[in-house]
Structures are given as structure tokens and as C-alpha cells.
Nanobody, 121 residues
Framework: QVHLVESGGGLVQAGGSLRLSCAAS????????MGWYRQAPGKQRDLVAT???????NYADSVKGRFTISRDNAENTVWLQMNSLKPEDTADYHC???????????????WGRGTQVTVSS
């Protein structure tokens, strides 16, 4: 089994900052891609940012220059630093991890339950 624990959401005023974290644990051999997606009420889940095992990053255009994704491979943890937050960033933020299990090396991908981010105007 692989488990994800997310933290760091909350309520913040526009222009403020939040830092989300997601730690993966369990029967993990390796982790390839880690990322964050978000889903606002009544909308589809959209990419926010991803980071590969070689630290290649990818961001949604709407967050470029404001959000920074980073990871610690030894701790199987990914962070999302969110600055200059806007009301339109309000959503449930879900961690996503793709890797392989130990000892089977069978691939897995898993979603976190989500952490709520609310930005007031």
C-alpha cells in the first residue's frame, strides 16, 4: 500500500501565501512524477504543477511566476509554495504521485484526498 498525507491548506487573503506539502509512504520502490492538481466546485480537476524525479517542472499558465513546486526524493515529499494568491485560486488541491512499488516494481499512481485552499478578496 502507498499512502499520501497532505497538509497546508487554509484561508488566506488575496495577495497572501500558503505552502502545501504531500508526503508519500508505504511500499515504495521509486517515485517518478509528483504533482498538484486542483478542483473548484462544479469544475473539472486541472493541473497546477508537476515535478519529475530529475526536477523537471511543468506549470499551468495561470500559476506561472506565482507558484513553485519542489520535492525531496529522500523524504518522498512534494511541496507547493503559492504566492500572490488570487480568489480564483480557491479550490481543493490534490497531490498526485506516480511511481513503482517494492518489491514487485509494479507501477502505481495515487491521489491524495485534497486540502482546501480559500482565497478571500
Amino acid at each position: 500500500q502507498v499512502h499520501l498525507v497532505e497538509s497546508g491548506g487554509g484561508l488566506v487573503q488575496a495577495g497572501g501565501s500558503l505552502r502545501l506539502s504531500c508526503a508519500a509512504s508505504g511500499s515504495i520502490f521509486s517515485i517518478d512524477l509528483m504533482g498538484w492538481y486542483r478542483q473548484a466546485p462544479g469544475k473539472q480537476r486541472d493541473l497546477v504543477a508537476t515535478i519529475s524525479s530529475s526536477d523537471t517542472t511543468n506549470y499551468a499558465d495561470s500559476v506561472k511566476g506565482r507558484f513553485t513546486i519542489s520535492r525531496d526524493n529522500a523524504e518522498n515529499t512534494v511541496w507547493l509554495q503559492m504566492n500572490s494568491l488570487k480568489p480564483e485560486d480557491t479550490a481543493d488541491y490534490h497531490c498526485y504521485v506516480q511511481g513503482s512499488r517494492t518489491p514487485s516494481r509494479i507501477p502505481f499512481d495515487i491521489w491524495g484526498r485534497g486540502t482546501q485552499v480559500t482565497v478571500s478578496s
